[in-house]
C-alpha cells in the first residue's frame, strides 16, 4: 500500500505571500491530520480533517486553514505569511476511527519563507 | 511547564550498547503513548504504540509506561548505526475524535560503529 504523500516537498515563499500544501492519505484513510515542525517548538499539531469537517484544532491563528476533499486528499493553506512560518509540514493519515488509532505521517513539505 | 518534556541530546553510545530514552508528561489524561523515529529530512516513522501503563515489545526495541509516574520509555538492545535518529514520543488522551497527538521534542540519537 502506498505511504502518504505530500506535495511539493520544498517550497521558498516571500513574506505576505500565501501558500497551499498537498496531502494525499493511504488509500482507506479518512482522518488527514496536520503538524508543523519547527527546531524550537518541536512538533506540533494545526487540525485533523474528517469527512471533509475540520474536527479538531490546534492553537494556530486564523491565517492556517485547511479542507479535505470527497476523496481524502487534504490542503492546507497558509495565508499572509510570516518568517516565523518557516518549518516542515507533515501530514497524517488514519482510519479515522477514532480512539486508539495511530497516524502515519508523510515525508513533510519543507517550506522556507524570506 | 510543557506538557512533554523530552532531553533533546544528543545522546552518542557505541554500536551494541543499550540506549535509554525518556519522556516525562504532567497531563493525566493521557492513555495512548508512541514513540516515533525521525530520520533527517524525513516524517516520523511509527516504532512502538502502548496503552495506559505496561510493556511492550517488538524485536530489538521495548517500550515502558509508567503512568503512576508519568513516565514513558523507549529501550534499544543491540543499537546499530541505522538506529542514529531522532527519536520522539508522542501521546494523547481519550477524547472522541482523533485528538491531535501531543509531542516531545526529541531525542537525538547517534550510534558509533
Known amino acids: 500500500k502506498a505511504g502518504v504523500t505530500q506535495t511539493p516537498r520544498y517550497l521558498i515563499k516571500t513574506r505576505g505571500q500565501q501558500v497551499t500544501l498537498s496531502c494525499s492519505p493511504i488509500s482507506g484513510h479518512r482522518s488527514v491530520s496536520w503538524y508543523q515542525q519547527t527546531p524550537g517548538q518541536g512538533l506540533q499539531f494545526l487540525f485533523e480533517?474528517?469527512?471533509?469537517?475540520?474536527?479538531n484544532k490546534g492553537n494556530f491563528p486564523g491565517r492556517f486553514s485547511g479542507r479535505q476533499f470527497s476523496n481524502s486528499r487534504s490542503e492546507m493553506n497558509v495565508s499572509t505569511l510570516e518568517l516565523g512560518d518557516s518549518a516542515l509540514y507533515l501530514c497524517?493519515?488514519?482510519?479515522?476511527?477514532?480512539?486508539?488509532?495511530?497516524?502515519?505521517f508523510g515525508p513533510g513539505t519543507r517550506l522556507l519563507v524570506l | 511547564q510543557k506538557e512533554v518534556e523530552q532531553d533533546p541530546g544528543p545522546l552518542s553510545v557505541p554500536e551494541g550498547a543499550i540506549v535509554s530514552l525518556n519522556c516525562t508528561y504532567s497531563?493525566?489524561?493521557?492513555?495512548?503513548f508512541m514513540w516515533y523515529r525521525q530520520y533527517s529530512r524525513k516524517g516520523p516513522e511509527l516504532l512502538m504504540y502502548?496503552?495506559?501503563?505496561g510493556n511492550k515489545e517488538d524485536g530489538r526495541f521495548t517500550a515502558q509506561v509508567d503512568k503512576s509516574s508519568k513516565y514513558i520509555s523507549l529501550f534499544i538492545r543491540d543499537s546499530q548505526p541505522s538506529d542514529s535518529a531522532t527519536y520522539l514520543c508522542a501521546m494523547r488522551g481519550l477524547g472522541g475524535g482523533a485528538d491531535g497527538l501531543t509531542f516531545g521534542k526529541g531525542t537525538h540519537l547517534i550510534i558509533q560503529p
Open positions: 502502548t496503552y495506559s501503563s
Open positions: 497524517a493519515s488514519s482510519l479515522g476511527q477514532g480512539v486508539g488509532e495511530t497516524q502515519y
Open positions: 497531563n493525566s489524561a493521557f492513555q495512548y
Open positions: 480533517y474528517f469527512s471533509e469537517t475540520q474536527r
